[in-house]
Each structure stands twice: as structure tokens, then as C-alpha cells.
């Protein structure tokens, strides 16, 4: 296993699952006076130093934000080359994934990106299957949305009693598992349809950088922040107890 990074939080104060909406490219190239698939391109190199810098940190599980359901409506020639962003990055980075023990898995409604593209993704999924250092989620036409209905939707199909689902036989139906931490990029803040039913205790954190500067430096500030919050999940935390019942434990 990888070594942690030096300046990282200690790992019993890491997420387990930290899932990013990557928002910032079209931005990006914008204020560099560039085509909107450049920033495409450059957002495909901070996916790869992301990747590797969460491996470094002994994060399990990363899902990353890659393509929206409501994407489908911006203009048909940058569909084109996200998708062969998509092959290429596929194809340039499968032997990378399996040096650093990178298990990726793609999630969302994935049949409506053809059969080429198709085929690739099932080749990488199965050729990292095997590998166990960090687990990483790519969700390409997802919708947090989608994810809850389709889950009701397989529940249905399984013959299964509506009156007796709990939530944590639903919560085994959804396209990924509750995240600890979600960051997002470019100084937005909200979730755009990303992990709705996950996010429900997640902490959030929201960084000013646009995407394809995201370096290893805002990856630490966003661990860092999270390692220095109490996750309460509705009770009132330590911080507000007496210190005879903090010390009670």
C-alpha cells in the first residue's frame, strides 16, 4: 500500500469515501481565451493526479462527477470530443490504474455512449476487478435523481414488498454507497443533482479552484477540512457536553 502524504490528516481522520463534482473546465479555458475542450483536456489530467494523490493517501473510495444527465444539452461537437476524451483517457490510463492498484468501476445510464465506448469501459472494469487500493467511481450521464428512481425501480422488479423496504436495503440498490466527503470545484455551491440520498450526511467542501487547477495542494485543504469537523449526524456532538460527560464518553 501506498505511503500517506506527508502533510494529510492522520488516517483515522480521513473519509472513507470522498466523491468530487469536477465543475470548472469551460471556465477555465474561457479566461484563457481557449476553446472549451481544451479545459475538457486539462480536466482530464487533474482526474489523473487526483486519482494518484488519493491513492498516496490511503482514501478507499473516490467518485468523481464526470458527465450529467442534463450535459446532454450542451453543444453536439463538445459531446463529440468528451467522448473521445473519454476513450482516450480509457485507453492512455488502463496500465496506470493497475500499477497503483486502482480498481474503476462507471455507473449511470451508461448505454446511451455507444457500443465502442461501451465495450471499452467493461474492458477496463474488468481488467482492474482484481485490484484493491482504491476504488474509483466514474459516473457518466448520472443523476442523483436517476440513481434514487432506479433504485425504487429494482426493488420493484425484485418482487419486492414496498412496506417493508428500510433504508438500508434501498441505500444497497443505488449506483454508489453514502459519501463522507463531497468537494466541489470553481466556488459553486450546490450539489447539481450529484449523490442526493449519499450526501445526506456528507460534509461538503467547496474549493474556489476551477478544475483543471486542482492540485494535490486543495485535495490536503479539503481533508484537512474535514479531519477538523465533528460529524454529529443529528446529535448535538461532544463540543456541546458538559466536560464531566465528554469525559464519560
Not at 440520498?197 to 492540485?215: K, M, R, T
Request: hydrophobic fraction near 40%; charged fraction near 25%; charge should be neutral.
Amino acid at each position: 500500500m501506498v505511503a500517506a502524504a506527508m502533510n494529510s490528516p492522520d488516517h483515522d481522520k480521513l473519509p472513507g469515501h470522498v466523491a468530487i463534482v469536477m465543475d470548472g473546465n469551460g471556465r477555465w479555458a474561457r479566461q484563457r481565451g481557449l476553446p472549451r475542450t481544451e479545459g475538457h483536456r486539462r480536466g482530464i489530467q487533474a482526474v489523473r493526479k487526483v486519482v494518484a494523490g488519493c491513492a498516496r493517501r490511503n482514501i478507499a473510495r473516490l467518485t468523481l462527477f464526470a458527465f450529467s444527465t442534463e450535459n446532454w444539452s450542451r453543444p453536439k461537437a463538445e459531446i463529440s470530443t468528451l467522448f473521445k476524451l473519454f476513450a482516450a483517457g480509457i485507453r492512455d490510463n488502463l496500465k496506470e490504474m493497475g500499477e497503483n492498484g486502482v480498481q474503476v468501476k462507471f455507473v449511470g445510464q451508461l448505454d446511451r455512449f455507444g457500443a465502442e465506448l461501451g465495450v471499452q469501459m467493461r474492458r477496463m472494469e474488468e481488467e482492474t476487478a482484481a485490484n484493491s487500493s482504491l476504488l474509483l467511481t466514474v459516473a457518466l450521464n448520472y443523476s442523483g435523481r436517476w440513481d434514487i428512481v432506479n433504485a425504487v425501480q429494482r426493488l420493484a422488479a425484485s418482487g419486492c414488498d414496498c412496506t417493508q423496504v428500510t433504508e438500508q436495503l434501498f441505500e444497497r440498490e443505488l449506483a454508489v454507497p453514502p459519501a463522507d466527503l463531497v468537494i466541489r470545484t470553481s466556488g459553486e455551491m450546490r450539489l447539481s443533482n450529484f449523490l442526493l440520498w449519499q450526501s445526506a450526511y456528507a460534509e461538503l467542501h467547496f474549493c474556489p479552484s476551477l478544475w483543471p487547477d486542482f492540485a494535490e495542494d486543495d485535495l490536503d485543504a479539503a481533508l484537512a477540512d474535514y479531519a477538523g469537523r465533528e460529524r454529529r449526524y443529528g446529535g448535538i456532538g461532544t463540543a456541546a457536553l458538559p466536560e464531566q460527560e465528554q469525559a464519560c464518553g
